[in-house]
C-alpha cells in the first residue's frame, strides 16, 4: 500500500537543569525575570509526528512518503530518514525559515520551561498531494496528522476532492482548532484516530455524540493508555486489543506516533483491524522502552516472539511473512 503521511517534523533539544526553578524565582519580581540556567545535559532527538510515524512504518518493511515542511537545516535529519527507508523526496524545504524546534529545560522537580518554534511548518500548507500521487503512481491512504491547521484542513479536503481514503489524526492540535474546522477535518474519513481523552474533546468541540461522529468517518481508533485500544466503526463489533505484555517503561515520547505505525503498516500490509492494533500496540511498547521516538529497531525475531506471548501463536503466523528480512 502506498502511504503518504503528512505532518510535523521537528528536533527536540531537551536540556536538564541540576537544580529548581523555584528556587530562582521571586515572586514579586516576575514581571522583571531574566534568568539564565547552566544546563549540565544536552539531547537532541529526530521527532515530529509525521516523521516518527514514517520511520516506524519504514521500520516494518514499508517506503512512506513523508510530506512536511522543513528548512535547509533539514540535511542531516533526511539522510537518517532516508537511510531507514522513509521517501522524503516530496518534503518542502523552506527557503527562509528552519525546521521547527522544541526546546526544553527540566530541572529536578520535572518542572519544564519550554519553547516550541514552529518554523518552517507553516509552509505546510502550501503542499499539493496531486503532484505527490503522480510521482509514486497513487496514494491509496494519506495520513493526515498534526501540522499546521490550515495544512491539515487543507489535506483532508483536497482528498476528499480527489477520491484519496485519508485517515484523520488530529492529536495535539485539536485543543487550538475551532469546533467547525475539526469537522472539515475528519468529515469523510476512512479512519480517525484519538486518544480517549481527545474523543471527549472533539466530541464537545463539534458538538456530537460518538455516534454521530461515526456519520462522518468509518472507522474510529481510540488509544486508552495502559488500557489498550479500542476500535468501533460502521458495521463492525467493537474491538479491544490490549497493550503488550512485559513492558518495561523508558520514555513516553512519541508512543502514540508508534502505534500508528504499527497500524497503519499492517493495514498496508491487508490484515484486519485487530491483527493492526495489535501490531501497533507492540510498536509503541518498542518506541516506550526506549529513550527518543526513533532510537528503536524491530528485529523480526524478536517482534514475532514478542507478538506471540501477548497475542498468541496465531498473530504471529500473521504477521511473519510481512516482516523484514
Excluded at 77 to 99: I, K, N, P
Excluded at 262 to 282: H, K, N, T
Aim: aromatic share 6%; proline share 3%; net charge negative.
Amino acid at each position: 500500500m502506498k502511504i503518504a503521511v503528512t505532518g510535523s517534523i521537528a528536533t527536540d533539544h531537551l536540556m536538564h537543569f541540576p537544580g529548581r526553578f523555584a528556587g530562582q524565582l521571586i515572586a514579586d519580581q516576575l514581571d522583571k525575570v531574566s534568568l539564565s540556567f547552566l544546563v549540565d545535559d544536552l539531547v537532541v532527538r529526530r521527532g515530529g509526528v509525521a516523521a516518527n510515524i514514517a520511520f516506524g512504518m519504514a521500520q516494518l518493511g514499508l517506503r512512506p512518503v513523508l510530506l512536511g515542511a522543513v528548512g535547509a537545516d533539514f540535511a542531516d535529519y533526511r539522510s537518517w530518514l532516508e537511510r531507514h527507508g522513509v521517501d522524503c523526496d516530496s518534503v518542502h524545504v523552506s527557503e527562509l525559515a528552519h525546521t521547527a524546534r522544541f526546546v526544553c529545560t527540566t530541572d529536578d522537580d520535572l518542572c519544564q520551561i519550554a519553547s516550541f518554534y514552529a518554523g518552517a511548518m507553516s509552509e505546510a500548507r502550501n503542499i499539493e498531494l496531486a503532484p505527490v500521487a503522480a510521482r509514486v503512481g497513487g496514494l491509496e491512504l494519506v495520513l493526515v496528522s498534526a501540522n499546521d491547521p490550515e495544512a491539515m484542513l487543507r489535506h483532508s479536503a483536497e482528498c476528499r476532492d480527489r477520491g484519496y481514503r485519508f485517515a484523520a489524526d488530529p492529536s495535539q492540535q485539536l485543543a487550538r482548532m475551532s469546533g467547525e474546522d475539526v469537522r472539515q477535518l475528519i468529515d469523510g474519513a476512512e479512519y480517525l484516530l484519538t486518544n480517549e481523552y481527545e474523543r471527549s474533546l472533539l466530541e464537545s468541540k463539534v458538538g456530537l455524540t460518538g455516534d454521530q461522529v461515526l456519520d462522518l468517518v468509518t472507522v474510529r481508533v481510540t488509544t486508552l493508555g495502559a488500557d489498550g485500544v479500542e476500535i468501533t466503526g460502521r458495521g463492525i463489533e467493537r474491538i479491544h486489543v490490549p497493550v503488550a505484555r512485559d513492558v518495561v517503561a523508558d520514555d513516553p515520547t512519541g508512543v502514540g506516533d508508534g502505534f500508528r505505525a504499527g497500524f497503519f503498516a499492517a493495514l498496508g500490509w491487508g490484515l484486519g483491524l485487530e491483527r493492526a492494533a495489535q501490531v501497533g500496540c507492540l510498536l509503541a511498547a518498542l518506541v516506550l522502552e526506549t529513550t527518543g521516538p526513533q532510537e528503536y529497531a524491530v528485529k523480526p525475531d524478536i517482534f514475532l516472539k514478542r507478538l506471540a506471548d501477548s497475542y498468541g501463536d496465531a498473530v504471529a503466523d500473521d504477521v511473519r511473512p510481512f516482516l523484514p528480512a
